[in-house]
């Protein structure tokens, strides 16, 4: 069954005058507003969140959520998840896109756990995280799994 989930994006300026403005604010019920804009080589404000890193921290949230859902359902102990993601913009033939996501998170466990069922259940959350179902960029997945 399908879920909605609205939100609302606003912008005011003026696009005839040089160097508008492209800061706007995202806004939905109840939520905390998220101040955007381009990235600063695109004229953007450097400390508002740009499409590049929105688009990678929304695959780096899917992912880090299917992975501790996957791990909560193992009985994997997972104590803690740093991930320092990455979204690579090219162009290609004149169109640019955000090509690659890296994650490469930090996932700390309980001592004795096997890094190799965390690493395939890192791997697993790739296919059932909703968002990398819904992209084309590759993603590039370097987990780093430490005992506590």
Known sequence: MP???PF???WTGNTLQEGYSRDAEATASGKVAIPVSSAAEYA???HRWNPEDLLG???ANCHMLT???LCAKARVEVTRYEDHA???LDTMDKVTWVAEIHLKPTIRVARGTSKAKVEELFQKAHKYCFVANSIKSRVVMAPLV???
């Open 57 to 59: 921290a929304a695959l």
């Open 67 to 69: 992975f501790l859902a």
């Open 3 to 5: 879920h909605a989930y």
């Open 146 to 148: 430490v005992e506590a």
């Open 8 to 10: 609302m994006l606003t």
């Open 86 to 88: 990455e979204s690579i």
């Open 44 to 46: 953007g404000t450097a």
